[in-house]
């Protein structure tokens, strides 16, 4: 078996940035009781101005007189932690949770998405996408991953036998080792993995109890790992939040951009899509508005999901300013790709057609596109109808028809046409007190168009018009 890691050092973080435009101003977590604030976590311009973890708040104020501040949020960090891990479950079906990491078993994906060096390129382009920042290391066990990621980015062992040579330099102080046993190993001289794993099992059990050499064993693969298998949730949820008020639909894109992105992402990993979903815009002093979005079939392209809930909450008039957002989905159906030509010969910006009805009918309305099909009536002008939510089929006949149909015949002027097909008698109706008998015919007119006329049956002259074809 082969583990990647993505070990995530800066989670709470990101998960802060990604909500706010990008700037370059300093921005700290921060944590701790009221009178005990310290930081939590800094940003890269805050620890350019000599910020750091763990600092306290006083003398990050005394060192830096302006920066933005927020409160460390552990319910959050861990929302955004498992949006990760159903991420990783597009690229692997064995999924775990660490501290701060996720971990995924790859050999059975690297057919599916190619070579090692392929495959990292593509969580690391995901991952930026997503605007976390990360180290990826792949090793035969998860916890060795899990720790040649914190000291090697990029480190690739692919073999167990020499798993304990790229394990040997690792300091114990970054070998995720149970509390207290590194601090306990410096202090007697051990100061890297290798001296760790060199040492008889039977004298460090007696001192530093079972748990420290379970843990080797995990690391170079002698025990299996306890480590549980993460599975994605069958509903979606994500809220952001904002410390100031935001008055103007327009601004609200950003935040709507992220959460559909994450959204898209988790449908992405759990191969599944989403045909109705909430946006719940939430107020200080009043009750939140609710958008509802809906689709005529399930989807999960990021675009569309962006441009569907865009197109809604443009048409929102709001009652107060809004200080969070809520994204909603409770019900996740199936996917089913569309099917697509294998010689495509569409233009490269050219927009899929879904996109584009869900498009317009987020901008238009809901019934501001409709979608012909037939009826059992043969008469022409009753032949077909229109409907919002008609399921594709196909049409039952292949007879021609005019793209362009007269909402009432008209007289056909000019020279008589030149006849290119038919006739083609239509009799019926007699059943409703509205019967016809008409022979239709396709024509050319003398100014080249190609129409579609009828005259009496067995005649021709009198022509009446009844389309156009294009």
């Known amino acids: 078996m082969l583990w990647a890691c993505v070990l995530l050092p800066q989670l709470a973080l990101d998960g802060v940035l990604r909500r706010r435009p990008p700037s370059e101003e300093p921005l700290v977590l921060v944590s701790g009781p009221a009178q005990q604030r310290i930081v939590h976590a800094a940003s890269r311009s805050a620890r350019a101005a000599g910020l750091y973890r763990g600092q306290s708040l006083a003398a990050a104020q005394a060192m830096l007189h302006r920066f933005a501040m927020v409160d460390y949020d552990a319910?959050?960090?861990?929302?955004?932690?498992?949006?990760?891990?159903?991420?990783?479950?597009?690229?692997?079906?064995?999924?775990?949770?660490?501290?701060?990491?996720?971990?995924?078993?790859?050999?059975?994906?690297?057919?599916?998405?190619?070579?090692?060096?392929?495959?990292?390129?593509?969580?690391?382009?995901?991952?930026?996408?997503?605007?976390?920042?990360?180290?990826?290391?792949?090793?035969?066990?998860?916890?060795a991953a899990y720790v040649l990621a914190g000291a090697h980015d990029g480190m690739a062992v692919t073999t167990p036998p020499t798993?304990?040579?790229?394990?040997?330099?690792?300091?114990?102080?970054?070998?995720?080792?149970?509390?207290?046993?590194?601090?306990?190993?410096?202090?007697?001289?051990?100061?890297?993995?290798?001296?760790?794993?060199?040492?008889?099992?039977?004298?460090?059990?007696?001192?530093?109890?079972?748990?420290?050499?379970?843990?080797?064993?995990?690391?170079?693969?002698?025990?299996p790992s306890s480590m549980e298998s993460f599975r994605p949730s069958d509903a979606f949820e994500l809220r952001m939040e904002w410390a100031h008020?935001?008055?103007?639909?327009?601004?609200?894109?950003?935040?709507?951009?992220?959460?559909t992105g994450d959204l898209s992402a988790y449908l992405a990993g759990r191969d599944g899509g989403v045909q109705r979903f909430e946006v719940v815009l939430e107020h200080r002093n009043m009750p939140?508005?609710?958008?509802?979005?809906?689709?005529?079939?399930?989807?999960?392209?990021?675009?569309?999901?962006?441009?569907?809930?865009?197109?809604?909450?443009?048409?929102?008039?709001?009652?107060?300013?809004?200080?969070?957002?809520?994204?909603?989905?409770?019900?996740?159906?199936?996917?089913?790709?569309?099917?697509?030509?294998?010689?495509?010969?569409?233009?490269?910006?050219?927009?899929?057609?879904?996109?584009?009805?869900?498009?317009?009918?987020?901008?238009?309305?809901?019934h501001a596109v409709q979608r012909l099909h037939r009826t059992v009536d043969p008469r022409p002008e009753r032949a077909q109808t229109s409907s919002p939510h008609v399921a594709k089929a196909p049409w039952p006949e292949t007879r021609l028809r005019p793209a362009w149909l007269l909402e009432s015949p008209l007289p056909l002027r000019g020279p008589p046409p030149e006849i290119l097909a038919g006739p083609e008698r239509i009799e019926t109706g007699w059943w409703d007190g509205g019967d016809m008998r008409r022979d239709y015919y396709v024509v050319r007119?003398?100014?080249?168009?190609?129409?579609?006329a009828y005259c009496p049956p067995g005649k021709q002259g009198a022509w009446m018009l009844h389309g156009w074809f294009a």
């Open 163 to 223: 798993l304990r040579s790229a394990l040997a330099p690792v300091a114990v102080a970054h070998a995720r080792l149970p509390d207290g046993a590194a601090h306990a190993l410096s202090s007697m001289g051990i100061r890297t993995l290798g001296q760790l794993l060199a040492m008889p099992r039977a004298g460090l059990q007696r001192r530093f109890g079972a748990d420290l050499v379970l843990q080797l064993d995990r690391l170079v693969g002698e025990q």
């Open 288 to 366: 939140a508005t609710r958008v509802p979005v809906g689709m005529l079939a399930a989807a999960r392209d990021a675009a569309l999901l962006f441009d569907c809930a865009r197109g809604r909450l443009e048409r929102v008039a709001l009652p107060q300013p809004v200080v969070a957002m809520q994204l909603l989905a409770p019900d996740l159906p199936p996917f089913v790709p569309a099917g697509r030509d294998l010689f495509d010969a569409r233009l490269a910006n050219a927009m899929p057609l879904d996109q584009l009805r869900e498009r317009l009918r987020s901008r238009l309305g809901e």
């Open 75 to 143: 319910s959050d960090e861990a929302g955004w932690h498992r949006l990760l891990a159903a991420w990783a479950y597009r690229y692997s079906g064995e999924v775990g949770l660490l501290t701060h990491a996720v971990v995924l078993e790859v050999s059975r994906s690297l057919g599916l998405f190619g070579p090692w060096p392929r495959f990292e390129s593509l969580l690391r382009e995901d991952l930026a996408g997503l605007g976390f920042r990360h180290r990826i290391a792949l090793a035969p066990t998860p916890q």
């Open 245 to 259: 008020e935001i008055e103007h639909v327009e601004a609200l894109m950003f935040p709507l951009r992220r959460l």
């Open 445 to 452: 007119t003398a100014q080249g168009q190609c129409a579609w």
